[in-house]
């Protein structure tokens, strides 16, 4: 069974850009798509996008441009890059690895946004 | 395609049935509707996938059912571990969205 572990930094000023990893293990990444979900604390969860293994993506309109995922399947990785933070953006960052039927989620990583 | 999860807040007892309401503003295509369970702390966990189909290792007593924009999560004679925060998520179309979930609370 693909697991998932979620990596950076937990805590970022305003206006910086965060730069999150996955790592994947026990599964091939050429056979997920690869999202990011996120969830405020005390809130619920907002899908980020996803990443195909081949390159292709597909983010939230309501990132408005902030937002790059990528694959290294050299690596095993998947990554998040959210520019110009605000405090709006803090949330635990959890990577999602789906098939058609089956669901893997990171255990998430909380990113506070603060100076 | 906005989720509206109902009701916000559920009061049950161990071994009593729930039902939970999630209705689409539009069609869900292909009825890609998820249902998935969160507990605090924790990462959500995948119950129900395709509107009605259990993911692998979920109890028989959790069953999805609808189609179109109405579709149902039920929970037949709820152990204590199924007290949690379930939220329902469309993937059928882009952008994928997420119902602002039920809290199913002991009573």
């Known amino acids: 069974q693909v697991q998932l572990q979620e990596s950076g930094p937990g805590l970022v000023k305003p206006s910086e850009t965060l730069s999150l990893t996955c790592t994947v293990s026990?599964?091939?990444?050429?056979?997920?798509?690869w999202h990011w979900v996120r969830q405020p604390p005390g809130k619920g969860l907002e899908w980020l996008g996803y990443?195909?293994?081949?390159?292709?993506?597909n983010y939230n309109p309501s990132l408005k441009s902030r937002v790059i995922m990528s694959v290294d399947r050299s690596n095993y990785q998947v990554s998040l890059k959210l520019t110009s933070l605000t405090a709006a953006d803090t949330a635990v960052y959890y990577c999602?690895?789906?098939?058609?039927?089956?669901?893997?989620w990171g255990q998430g990583t909380l990113v506070t946004v603060s100076s | 395609i906005v989720l509206s999860q109902s009701p916000g807040t559920l009061s049950s007892s161990p071994g009593e049935g729930a039902t939970l309401s999630c209705r689409a503003s539009?069609?869900?295509?292909?009825?890609?509707l998820a249902w998935y369970q969160q507990k605090p702390g924790r990462a959500p966990r995948l119950l129900i996938s395709?509107?009605?189909s259990r993911a692998t290792g979920i109890p028989d007593r959790f069953s999805g059912s609808g189609s179109g924009t109405d579709f149902t999560l039920t929970i037949s004679r709820l152990a204590p571990e199924d007290f949690a925060v379930y939220y329902c998520?469309?993937?059928?179309?882009?952008?994928?969205?997420f119902g602002q979930g039920t809290k199913l609370e002991i009573k």
């Open positions: 539009q069609a869900v295509t292909s009825n890609n």
């Open positions: 998520l469309q993937y059928g179309s882009s952008p994928y969205t």
């Open positions: 395709g509107a009605s």
């Open positions: 999602v690895g789906a098939t058609d039927d089956s669901h893997y």
């Open positions: 990443v195909y293994s081949t390159g292709s993506t």
């Open positions: 026990g599964g091939s990444i050429s056979d997920y798509s």
